[in-house]
């Protein structure tokens, strides 16, 4: 089975980074991608690393780390817009989704 | 704009009712849509997936009978939950892959079940 592991929540100010870790176990794996979902709205793409390193898009980047079983979003320039929940999911033969973290973004 | 269009996007029914929510691919064919679950302040559970032309595949611990999922043509995937009890009520959600990057996997914007 898989297992996925981020923080429950993070509170920020604007302008502030923000990085959300993600540590997995799996007994397989693509890749992992990141989603953003606003309060009762559609989980939306953010990003997907299959390979190790970082991938900048914007104002957001993702890490994978495929040896620790790691990754991370990170959030800059954080906007009151950004407030909402990031889930980390891992792909094998079908995705699966962290918990969640909440991000608020405080004025 | 929106590539997969969900509906209802909420209901409400009485407890022992079944209820139906339809799944369309917009503008693309989808020979394969997913069907999720997420309880408040949770993640998304993959409940099945659902193949054209053929019987959906449910993960381990989701009642088929329960959850009956039809996929009739490319573009619609129904879900209906059976005989829907209070313990149901959660926000369903269906995706639905356009091309063959996860880029292009796209999301309904969910139906909110609520079972009195």
């Known amino acids: 089975g898989q297992s996925l592991e981020q923080p429950s929540e993070v509170t920020a100010v604007e302008g502030a980074i923000v990085q959300i870790n993600c540590t997995y176990q799996?007994?397989?794996?693509?890749?992992l991608s990141w989603y953003q979902q606003h309060d009762g709205g559609a989980p939306t793409f953010l990003s997907y690393?299959?390979?190790?390193g970082l991938e900048e898009t914007g104002r957001f980047s993702s890490f994978l780390s495929r040896s620790d079983s790691y990754g991370y979003l990170l959030l800059q320039e954080l906007q009151m817009k950004d407030s909402a929940s990031y889930f980390c999911?891992?792909?094998?033969?079908?995705?699966?989704f962290g918990a969640g973290t909440t991000v608020t973004v405080r004025a | 704009g929106a590539v997969v269009s969900q509906h209802p996007s909420w209901v409400i029914c009485k407890s022992g009712t079944s209820v139906k929510i339809e799944c369309r691919s917009l503008?693309?064919?989808?020979?394969?849509m997913f069907w999720y679950r997420q309880f408040p302040k949770q993640s998304l559970m993959l409940m099945a997936t659902s193949n054209e032309g053929s019987k959906a595949t449910y993960e381990q611990g989701v009642e088929k009978d329960k959850f009956l999922i039809n996929h009739a043509s490319l573009t619609l995937s129904t879900l209906t939950v059976t005989s829907a009890h209070p313990e149901d009520s959660s926000f369903y959600i269906c995706?639905?892959?356009?091309?063959?990057?996860?880029?292009?996997?796209?999301f309904g914007n969910g139906t909110r079940l609520t079972v009195t």
């Open positions: 999911a891992v792909l094998d033969y079908k995705l699966s």
């Open positions: 690393n299959a390979l190790d």
């Open positions: 799996t007994s397989g794996f693509y890749g």
């Open positions: 995706s639905a892959r356009k091309g063959a990057s996860l880029e292009s996997l796209h």
């Open positions: 503008d693309f064919q989808a020979t394969t």
